[in-house]
């Protein structure tokens, strides 16, 4: 669902931005704004200088592109993930603790350990979700958002309580090791390896998804379970469970990312809502991973210059969550229009490629 | 343990679990018609802001209330109009008109009182205390001495349980959840159906956020919906889509978000961020031990019709 050839996910991409802009102008204008100002120094807090595009665009794509591959790789197999929060919070807490406690290990040694800890902590976050899905019938939508308020929830008890800094005055962990950081990806920017990391990520996923069979099985699973237990006796809980772990994992390992290139410690509201921009984030860019790297970057951008937007032209940044949610639905709707048009054009759409993979997702 | 403190906890029991029980009320009737609004969390806090905004306006609560179900009406028709009117994917298009109403809800409360969000201080809507039964012992308080929107969810309980399973009309509204097909070639309109439901929905939750800010805070605060709309929907699924039960389900779910209050009564001190993660939790295992027990109705979550 929702991916597309080339194309037309250029098109619906493009459209759906292109609305998005025009709704968001008519809102700032109807709350008493200036759109063109707002728009000029979104810009100049995005792209205005070379420092403001690899320091703060960049650094904040970081968290969008990792939870954005989580996404997408969700979506495509028909697990509607919606815990990226939770289990990038998962990955936090995970990564902080090891590049507390690992302190005595040498860098090679610690940080992938560190990364390793976070993938492995979110998947575990997605485990509980998977299993109640698979095992005793319950929707993940539900279930994954409420694990989400948990995560949130337990790591502002570790930073007010066990894993407190020992001075015991802010509401944040300890830092990390310096051999748990990651280093710097640009010579004197704040921009950090786990920007590579990302990218490698999402070209590993791509590769995967086109390529093996596992990723044959996500595809075939994402478009009919039942066609693809029927024609190639695949075992959808199988591809399910698999499917949400990965997911899972990458969410973690964005937890993990932020900590070990950026914040060096935990702190409460680590994340102002990335898991849930993720569906944003991978929705524009058709659930292609490769294509996730161009949108997390236009997302860090729009975060970068929500700051900007604020200091300049007096705009609560908090607006921003209002775009994400109308690229989303600008998004939905640019594709069903595609949709109903291609449809119209072609052959009636097939019975077996429109069976929800669940009835009751409650 | 003293009786006031159990009655201190039955009332705070109540008055937090009226705003899940009308929000999943709502939800139960949207459901039944085959629609599943994840947007709920999002008619919630728009009902708060409008409910404290209208309140403000007008200074009068029960204005405010009025404003709060209209809000969330409102919300709720943007829900409707993607998902039944375009036809796209419920639990994104769900998805996204919480992420809009948590986002646009702060940045109109930021943009009318600031973005260090000065302490809001609204006419609230007071307790009335119904004569006679506020005397029961234990429980006469806690049940009778609330906000008229907890009567609002008493009364509706069985009015919509009525509605849903004796009257014809009610019947079309399942019929349309089980079996749109069937229902449409009744001469039932399908699409029609499920749009009203889902406004009705977004009404109710929208007085639930009205009476969260209203009744239970006296402030609005962003994102003070925190999370109630999902679990409300879980509420929905545990009280097996029968208002009656949703009734129960949502005053059992505000003594959990109560425990706070007993345990602390009790000498027991458990760290603040853990319970504010406690009604999650039950949530979960309360999912995971009900949910094979109940059933969906037929054509929860399917767009409808199938080709155009």
Known sequence: ?362 | MPETDLVLFLEAAVRLGVPLALAAMGEAITERSGIINIGLEGSIIGGALGGALGALATGNAAAGVLAGAGAGLLVAMVFALFSIGLRTDQIITGTAVTLGGLGLTGAVYQARFGATGTALTLPTLAPMSVPGLSQIPWIGSALFDQAPTAYLSYALAPLLWYYLFRTAWGLELRAVGEAPDAAQAAGVRVRWVRFWATLFGGALAGLAGAHLALAHAGTFAENMSAGRGFIAIAVVVLGRWNPLWVLVAALLFGAASALQFLLQALGLDLPYQLFLALPYLLTLAALAGWVGRSRAPAALALPWPKER
Do not use: C
């Not at chain 1, 979110?122 to 319950?138: D, E, H, Y």
């Not at chain 1, 990651?182 to 990302?198: I, N, T």
């Not at chain 1, 695949?234 to 990312?257: N, R, W």
């Not at chain 1, 490769?290 to 236009?298: D, H, S, Y």
């Open chain 1, 1 to 362: 669902m929702y991916e597309h050839g080339g194309r037309t996910a250029w098109v619906v991409g493009a459209a759906a931005l292109a609305a998005t802009a025009v709704v968001a102008a008519v809102l700032l204008w109807v709350g008493g704004y200036d759109p063109a100002r707002a728009a000029a120094a979104m810009w100049s807090g995005a792209f205005g200088t070379r420092g403001a595009f690899v320091s703060v665009t960049l650094v904040r794509s970081v968290p969008f592109l990792l939870t954005g591959l989580a996404v997408a790789v969700a979506f495509r197999a028909g697990v509607w993930n919606i815990g990226a929060e939770g289990q990038l919070y998962a990955g936090a807490i995970a990564a902080v603790w090891v590049g507390i406690e690992g302190a005595a290990l040498p860098a090679w040694v610690l940080l992938p350990a560190v990364l390793i800890a976070a993938g492995l902590a979110g998947a575990l976050w997605a485990l509980i979700p998977a299993l109640m899905k698979l095992r005793l019938g319950v929707g993940e939508v539900i279930t994954t958002i409420l694990m989400n308020f948990v995560g949130i929830n337990f790591a502002a008890y570790l930073v007010h309580g066990p894993l407190q800094e020992p001075r015991g005055v802010f509401p944040q962990t300890e830092q990390i090791a310096d051999a748990a950081r990651l280093p710097a990806l640009v010579p004197g920017s704040r921009l950090h390896v786990g920007f590579a990391v990302a990218v490698a990520m999402a070209v590993v996923l791509a590769a995967v998804l086109r390529w093996t069979r596992w990723g044959f099985r996500v595809r075939a699973v994402g478009a009919s379970p039942r066609a693809a237990w029927a024609a190639g006796r695949i075992d959808a809980g199988a591809v399910v469970l698999a499917t949400f772990l990965a997911s899972g994992a990458l969410a973690g390992l964005a937890g993990g990312v932020e900590i070990a290139g950026l914040t060096y410690a935990l702190y409460e509201g680590l994340s102002p809502g990335w898991g849930y921009t993720a569906i944003a984030v991978a929705l524009l860019a058709a659930l292609n991973p490769v294509a996730v790297v161009g949108t997390a970057i236009l997302f860090g951008a729009l975060e970068a210059g929500a700051g900007a937007m604020q200091r300049e032209a007096g705009i609560p940044a908090v607006w921003v969550v209002a775009v994400e949610a109308l690229v989303i639905l600008a998004v939905l709707a640019t594709d069903q229009l595609m949709r109903t048009r291609v449809r119209g054009a072609q052959t009636p759409g097939d019975d077996e490629g429109n069976v929800s993979p669940e009835p009751a997702r409650a």
